[in-house]
């Protein structure tokens, strides 16, 4: 078992649907990430939570929405997509220590998702 | 403003031989740390190595080494004795200190790397 667990591994949803793309660690991790991979794109850093507080928004569309409940458990909640947002979608987490270190992420398996 | 560089879209090698994957970065910051990660095709990102911006030694994981110069702002990651699962995307990313845009990590566009027996 990854210490980063996404879920569903695939989706496929239409643009009216609604839909949520779930993530837990158990690492013990204070900080949590949704990155957003498209295809020939460099990973692009959507939010950031930290202390489940959200500490950045990288000018992401108000159709995604994220949620965390407590410093295990990011979601990504998802209405009215488009079809360019289909990407690879991939939760992280780290251990901060506010001292401006340089602690790796753990990336999760991420969540292929594919808007119709 | 924060920059990663990887030149090299795909490589090839031979099993057993060892590889370079370049990557440059530029930043005014005078502490960062340096990340590699490598994404084989099922997805998951997964960590490498590390190295702070005031280490004086390369850093080292197994067989992989991270030839940091710091003077041409490179830090190049070394595979030696590739082995077949080597193949995937690596990245190269780095982390500005947690005051400029809360120390999140900057990728470069990945190369991908092919390992033939």
């Known amino acids: 078992e990854t210490g980063v667990t996404q879920t569903p591994r695939h989706l496929v949803m239409g643009m009216t649907n609604k839909k949520s793309l779930k993530c837990e660690q158990h690492?013990?991790?204070?900080?949590m990430y949704w990155y957003k991979q498209s295809a020939k794109k460099p990973l692009e850093l959507m939010f950031v939570?930290?202390?489940?507080?959200?500490?950045e928004n990288n000018s992401v569309p108000s159709r995604f929405s994220p949620e965390c409940p407590n410093s295990s458990h990011l979601f990504l909640h998802l209405h009215t997509l488009q079809p360019e947002d289909s990407a690879l979608y991939l939760c992280a987490s780290s251990q901060e220590s506010g001292q401006g270190d340089n602690s790796p992420l753990h990336f999760g398996n991420g969540t292929r998702l594919t808007v119709t | 403003a924060q920059k990663i560089t990887q030149t090299q879209p795909g490589m090839f090698v031979q099993e057993k031989e060892a590889v370079t994957l370049d990557c440059t970065y530029d930043?005014?910051?005078?502490?960062?740390?340096l990340f590699w990660y490598k994404q084989p095709s099922s997805g998951e990102m997964i960590f490498l190595i590390y190295q702070g911006s005031y280490d004086q030694q390369n850093a080292t994981e197994g067989r992989y080494s991270l030839n940091f110069q710091k003077a041409r702002k490179s830090a190049n990651l070394v595979i030696s004795a590739s082995q077949l699962g080597d193949s995937a995307m690596y990245f190269c990313a780095m982390r500005p200190p947690i005051y400029n845009q809360g120390g999140k990590l900057i990728f470069g566009q990945g190369t991908e790397l092919s390992v033939k027996p």
């Open positions: 690492l013990g991790h204070n900080a």
């Open positions: 930043t005014s910051d005078p502490s960062y740390g």
């Open positions: 939570y930290n202390f489940k507080e959200q500490t």
